[in-house]
């Protein structure tokens, strides 16, 4: 059996400080997980993971790095995970949910930056996330301006590499981004010493197109009434296929999408027919954030839907796989990643069009704009958003948060005169 | 004589409201700059373009417009005001530095965003900035996060046209750049139906230079200790150039900065020899933001420099005058530009290094970094200013504010107490 604190020593890890965090998870995740009723059988296999969310995954990426391997971290859906993986390295998601780490950003941080910053900064330089610690290297981008300057501060600590996206989807944009995408490749191919041939790049495409697809099935179950799933339960699924192994990710979440859709078919469900059914909308919620989901889904309403980095824009448009050069299927992880409509982008009209897509798709009766304070892009285009959801007769509430637990209470009151009106 | 109200009418302008903000004006600029004790003669034409601000220079775009001429405006000192200039338009500054602006920008933006931001959204929707009632065309850029997306909140106002700012200087970067300052070119050619020369081209290139340099002229004055001049009539001085004629604009600085070079041959000051000599960092100052300076020189030390975008960053560096073609001209112009180290590269450590430098070649005592609420490129830059800065023995202090008067008393008493430690 593996002496998990003998692992989480070696990396160099604070035992004590991680000992407090993992103290308050289990009784968190009790309250707004287990507690819930009818929840699906193969759901056993995610409370598996969050009960050893530092513990069995940490556990293969040592032993990965010990036969050789390398491993990578990243937060952001752009980093394109299929390069990672054909040159042998394994992809993983890096901490950034929790209140516990935001005192430690703070210390290098201002403090009216996104607690999704500050966390992850803070957690590793607390040293309690055992997946920042096991990173040959951490992956970068320019999506915002909190994550571009805080790169610098983390790269003190750990190798860092920078992928510069475009800020705007002119033609000229995607060549850039193609190009970074190439440079990208060049860098893991030096980390890892492994060379990204073809076959290996058209493994990996299709391994996370099926991923992405086993997220896309899930995800359509909800559409049906009653919802055979909570969104809770969803969002953690799709929290924790940034950190899992892919393939048993995959077959875990095919297993959970076949019970669930057998649940349609017996018009099972988890909360009652004609229950609101919302989309949330907005910047991404990181393990272990589920505090609007919880409000929304302890309020008598269900999330039906994410249109969020943690939702609909991770797993979204697949990648072309019938390239079979490696110059054709950079283009196309280039055209597939430059599909996601991120606030980053100038103007982002795509995000609006999702949107309505998905409100009619998944029979929405209310949006709910979920941004973390001082996130500027999804803040800003706040306005667009609701000008045009209103214009569509489409309900609309913004609710701007952190991580801390202070404001509960109002949320929760502004969530349920928000359901109110949609009953 | 021209009837001015008419004219505002004209451009759509809310007069009544208007009112209520040149009058308020006049006063502040009393206490804050006619107040100051031997100020050099030459700053008379500043106090004159102060007090005509929405008078004198809007008939001059007025007219310019009724002989068929066109009018860009912008904020960033990255937007190549040569190429607008060589097609036959006038290029301006919009107005952005009053709090009088910023509850008309809230309506429409978050309120937890940069006040520049928020004012200069405020002053186009509230129809009291004549600079922007002038513009055919706004030229945004994506330097950061609220400005890239309040183009969007503008672009339902006026036309707006954003040039992508690349977020790194790797060499492909310079490329993107390069490439983005060509397609500027193709947009103001078809705004203005004019056709850029390289004769014309390098006649502007020409100009901006001759501009830069005797802002590096004036500001070589401020080494001298007794200074010559004040950091505010400096200040005052560079956000004029923004929005003056530029030739006016060069005979009047030349005429200034002659006047105070006589000054340092006769060793005569604003100051009295040995006042702390302060060098202010940051984020930029539109007019009428003479804040932080005011409440520096007014106690009891010099501003003598300021590593800003109303500063150094706006007029160091020369684009380089020998190429013939357009294609040579049109690189000068991206290397140039693509050589201000602002917070939005990252990294940016190009920052420090000026810092450094001014801080040696300006003889400063202490360091001031200034930042507008919620900006995060510069609040989060601060983390490696001060550090590197304290490693030298450098004394620094950081000032986070806004554009309203309540922190004035605390930000008094914060920089004395920081002066007192310079002593």
Request: charged share 25%; hydrophobic share 40%; aromatic share 8%.
């Amino acid at each position: 059996m593996t002496d998990y604190r003998k692992l989480w020593s070696d990396l160099g890890m604070d035992l004590e400080k991680h000992d407090r965090l993992t103290t308050a998870l289990p009784l968190i995740y009790e309250e707004v997980y287990l507690q819930q009723p009818g929840r699906p059988q193969a759901m056993e296999y995610f409370d598996l993971v969050v009960a050893e969310i530092h513990s069995l995954r940490i556990a293969e990426l040592v032993e990965h790095r010990r036969q050789g391997g390398k491993v990578c971290g990243a937060f952001c859906v752009f980093v394109p995970v299929e390069i990672i993986r054909a040159a042998g390295a394994v992809a993983v998601g890096l901490c950034g949910g929790s209140q516990f780490w935001v005192p430690d950003g703070e210390r290098v941080l201002p403090r009216n930056l996104c607690p999704l910053i500050k966390a992850s900064v803070g957690a590793r330089l607390s040293g309690t996330c055992p997946y920042f610690q096991s990173c040959d290297l951490l992956i970068g981008e320019t999506t915002c301006d909190g994550k571009k300057k805080a790169w610098e501060v983390l790269s003190e600590y750990a190798p860092v590499y920078v992928m510069d996206l475009p800020q705007m989807k002119r033609p000229e944009h995607l060549a850039a981004w193609r190009r970074e995408v190439e440079l990208f490749l060049a860098k893991i191919e030096q980390l890892t010493g492994c060379r990204v041939t073809p076959e290996k790049l058209a493994d990996e495409i299709q391994l996370q197109n099926r991923l992405r697809q086993v997220l896309g099935r899930l995800y359509r179950a909800r559409k049906a009434d009653p919802v055979p799933i909570s969104g809770k339960d969803v969002l953690l699924v799709t929290q924790v296929s940034f950190y899992d192994d892919p393939r048993r990710f995959i077959d875990k979440t095919e297993a959970l999408a076949a019970e669930v859709e057998e649940r349609i078919a017996s018009g099972e469900g988890v909360f009652p027919s004609g229950v609101p059914r919302i989309l949330v909308t907005g910047t991404p919620m990181a393990i272990p954030n589920w505090k609007l989901h919880h409000i929304i889904e302890t309020s008598g309403a269900a999330v039906v839907c994410e249109e969020t980095c943690t939702g609909t824009r991770f797993f979204e448009h697949q990648v072309d796989e019938t390239g079979l050069t490696l110059e054709e299927q950079l283009q196309a992880l280039a055209d597939r990643y430059l599909k996601i409509n991120c606030s980053c982008f100038t103007p982002n009209p795509g995000r609006i069009e999702d949107i309505f897509r998905l409100v009619e798709a998944y029979r929405v009766d209310g949006v709910i704009y979920y941004n973390l304070q001082f996130c500027h892009g999804y803040a800003v285009e706040y306005y667009a958003v609701e000008k045009a959801l209103k214009e569509r007769g489409i309900p609309v509430m913004k609710v701007e948060t952190d991580y801390s637990e202070e404001d509960t209470g109002q949320l929760r009151t502004r969530v349920e005169a928000f359901l109110e009106m949609l009953r």
